[in-house]
């Protein structure tokens, strides 16, 4: 069965680092999205990108923020220069009609900023 | 904009017994309601979704219902297992136009199956 795939699973990271997360979304979607979840919280949309440009995103989703889709296969979150309080699971989804068909999501990527 | 609330927060069955998570939305232009369940460690499942011309799906053990007027749609599990142990989320997919949008979720509920 398809899956949306994240690396690492795990990132720590010292404060004002830079770091990317990375996803494989699933092959023939066109839709990706990154969610975040603080620890016990909801899960918060953040993004989303279609025809590689952001189509959507959220107050969370500020100027140190980015996305990119470097390749035909990578979804890129970066977080420029990171503070506490992004410390999260970050979740990378894809879908292929738009968000309501119902997203899939990986495993998660947990961003530690210590 | 859009806001999911989710009750209750945790759940305690019986194996066997029935399971019901209750969720509610604020924008009536709404339209689709996932639900998603997650186990420890690993990223959201979709299990079930709903449109907002259906009044309720059923898939095995797992049904939603929606109503629209009272903005409301719950999660129904019946004869759970232990295996159904996780925290499940709803969500509300709102529509800015087109295929626009984005999903709003819910605060999550533990469900807890005892054996």
């Known amino acids: 069965e398809p899956e949306v795939t994240q690396t690492p699973s795990h990132q720590v990271t010292q404060m004002g680092q830079e770091v990317i997360l990375r996803c494989v979304p699933i092959s023939n979607h066109l839709y990706f999205y990154w969610y975040r979840q603080i620890l016990g919280q909801k899960v918060e949309f953040l993004v989303s990108?279609?025809?590689?440009?952001?189509?959507?995103k959220s107050e969370i989703f500020d100027d140190q923020f980015s996305v990119e889709r470097p390749d035909g296969s990578n979804f890129t979150l970066k977080i420029r220069s990171t503070k506490l309080e992004d410390s999260a699971m970050y979740f990378c989804?894809?879908?292929?009609?738009?968000?309501?068909?119902?997203?899939?999501f990986g495993q998660g990527t947990r961003l530690t900023v210590v | 904009g859009e806001n999911v609330e989710q009750h209750p927060s945790t759940l305690s069955v019986q194996e066997g017994d029935s399971a019901v998570i209750k969720c509610t939305y604020s924008?009536?232009?709404?339209?689709?309601f996932p639900w998603y369940k997650q186990e420890l460690g690993k990223g959201p499942q979709l299990i079930i979704d709903i449109r907002s011309n259906v009044g309720e799906k059923k898939d095995q053990r797992i049904a939603v219902t929606l109503n629209k007027t009272a903005k409301h749609f719950s999660l129904h599990i019946t004869e759970t297992q232990p295996e159904d142990s996780a925290v499940y989320f709803c969500a509300a997919f709102m529509n800015y136009g087109g295929s626009q949008g984005n999903l709003i979720f819910g605060k999550g509920t533990k469900l807890s199956v005892k054996p």
């Open positions: 989804a894809s879908s292929l009609e738009g968000e309501r068909v119902g997203a899939f």
């Open positions: 924008d009536s232009a709404s339209n689709y």
């Open positions: 990108f279609y025809n590689n440009e952001i189509s959507e």
